[in-house]
C-alpha cells in the first residue's frame, strides 16, 4: 500500500505539517512525535473530565471524548491528536454487550464459541458513526494544523476478545477456532473487518488525516497463521480509510517476526514495539517503510540521564529508515508524570 508523497510547499501553498510528511516517507525539518495512550489517566485533567463517567460512555460523548483526544495536545506540544476512542467501540455500536471492567479490561456477555454464536454475530450491521464523527468534527475544528489520527482495532484483535471473552495471555480458543474452523474464523474475522473498516472510514470522512491500526494481540501468531489467518482481513480493515488517501500506521505487539507481513497487508508505516531496535525493524522492512517507535514505557520512570540517553538512541537508530516519527513501544503508563512526556517532546524536537 502506498501513497504519493505530498509535494513539498511552494508559492501559495500550506506547508504539510511534519506527521504527514513522515508518514508520506519524507524527512521533515523536525522530527515528529506522538504517544500512544497520550489522552488517558497520566493526565490530571483527564481524571477530573471523566470523574464518574465508564470508558465506553467517554468515548460515545463527542463532547467529551474530543476534549480528551485534544488534552495531551495542549499540554505536551505533540505533533498528532490520536482520537480517543477503544477498539471495542464499533461491537457496542454494533450492538454487542460489551463493557470494560476497570483491572481486567474489555469483557462480552456471550463469548463467541460455536457456528451458531458466529452465525448470530455477524448477522449485526456496523452501527450509527454519528457520534463518532461529530467528535472528530469538535477535534478538528480546534486542532488547526495538527494532524488527527484516526483509531481502530485489527480484526485478530476483535476476534480474540470476541472468541476469549475477555483479556487473555495466549489467546488459546481463538486460535482454536481458527484452526478447528477456518470459514467460521474468516466469517468472523470479515464482519469485524468491515466494523473496524466502517469505523475508520467514519473518523477520515470527518477529518482526520492519518489512521492507526492496532492489531494488540497479533504477536500470539506465528508468521504462517498471520499470514494466512489475519492478514487478509487487516488489509480489508484499513481499505475504506486507505481508499479516501489517507496514510495507514499498522502496529502490534510482539511482532517482530511480523513487521513485513503488517506493512506488506496494511500499512504505509510501521509501528514497532519496544522489543526490537529501530534499524533492525528497517532491515527487515528492506529500508523502504517509514517506522514509528520506540521509546520503552518503562523508562518514562527511569531517572531523565536514563531516559535522554534512550530517547537519544531510539532517534539514532531510527535514521536507517525513509523517516521516523518517535513514539512509546507501547502506551504510556498511567503513574507517568505528564511533565517527563513534555520533556521527550521537547527533546526529539531539538533533535
Do not use: K
Not at 483527564?46 to 499540554?75: F, H, I
Not at 485489527?154 to 477456532?177: K, W
Not at 517482530?256 to 514495539?273: F, I, Q, Y
Request: net charge neutral.
Amino acid at each position: 500500500m502506498t501513497h504519493s508523497p505530498t509535494a513539498a510547499p511552494g508559492a501559495g501553498q500550506i506547508a504539510v505539517p511534519p506527521l504527514i510528511e513522515a508518514f508520506s516517507g519524507r524527512r521533515p525539518s523536525a522530527i515528529p512525535v506522538w504517544f500512544m495512550r497520550q489522552a488517558g489517566r497520566s493526565l490530571p485533567e483527564y481524571r477530573a473530565a471523566r470523574a464518574g463517567v465508564g470508558m465506553l460512555e467517554a468515548c460515545l460523548r463527542p463532547d467529551l471524548a474530543a476534549e480528551l483526544t485534544l488534552q495531551p495536545v495542549r499540554r505536551h506540544g505533540v505533533d498528532a491528536a490520536i482520537f480517543f476512542s477503544d477498539i471495542v467501540v464499533p461491537l457496542r455500536l454494533a450492538g454487542v454487550d460489551v463493557d470494560i471492567v476497570a483491572g481486567v479490561g474489555p469483557v462480552l456477555a456471550e463469548p463467541v464459541r460455536s457456528a451458531a454464536d458466529v452465525d448470530r454475530l455477524t448477522a449485526r450491521p456496523p452501527g450509527d458513526h454519528a457520534a463518532i464523527a461529530e467528535a472528530v468534527r469538535l477535534v478538528v475544528a480546534e486542532l488547526g494544523t495538527t494532524p488527527l489520527i484516526g483509531f481502530a482495532g485489527a480484526p485478530f484483535t476483535l476476534a480474540a476478545y470476541l472468541v476469549e471473552g475477555r483479556p487473555s495471555r495466549d489467546h488459546l480458543a481463538a486460535r482454536t477456532l481458527m484452526h478447528a474452523d477456518p470459514q467460521r474464523w474468516a466469517q468472523l474475522l470479515t464482519w469485524a473487518a468491515d466494523l473496524s473498516g466502517a469505523f475508520l472510514r467514519a473518523q477520515v470522512q470527518a477529518g482526520a488525516r492519518a489512521v492507526q491500526l492496532f492489531d494488540s494481540w497479533a504477536g500470539a501468531l506465528s508468521l504462517a497463521d498471520y499470514t494466512r489467518h489475519a492478514a487478509p482481513f487487516s488489509a480489508r480493515a484499513v481499505a475504506p480509510a486507505a481508499a479516501l488517501g489517507v496514510p495507514v500506521v499498522h502496529f502490534g505487539t510482539g511482532t517482530g517476526e511480523l513487521l513485513a507481513a503488517m506493512r506488506d497487508a496494511a500499512a504505509d508505516v510501521v509501528g514497532v514495539d519496544y522489543r526490537l531496535p529501530l534499524d533492525v525493524a528497517n532491515e527487515r522492512l528492506g529500508g523502504r517503510t517509514p517506522v514509528q517507535g520506540n521509546v520503552d514505557p518503562a523508562l518514562l520512570a527511569a531517572p531523565w540521564p536514563v531516559l535522554e540517553a534512550h530517547v537519544r538512541e531510539v532517534i539514532d537508530r531510527g535514521r536507517s529508515a525513509p523517516a521516523h516519527v518517535v513514539n512509546l513501544g507501547h502506551g504510556v503508563p498511567p503513574t507517568t508524570d505528564p511533565g517527563v512526556l513534555t520533556r521527550v517532546v521537547e527533546l526529539v524536537h531539538a533533535q
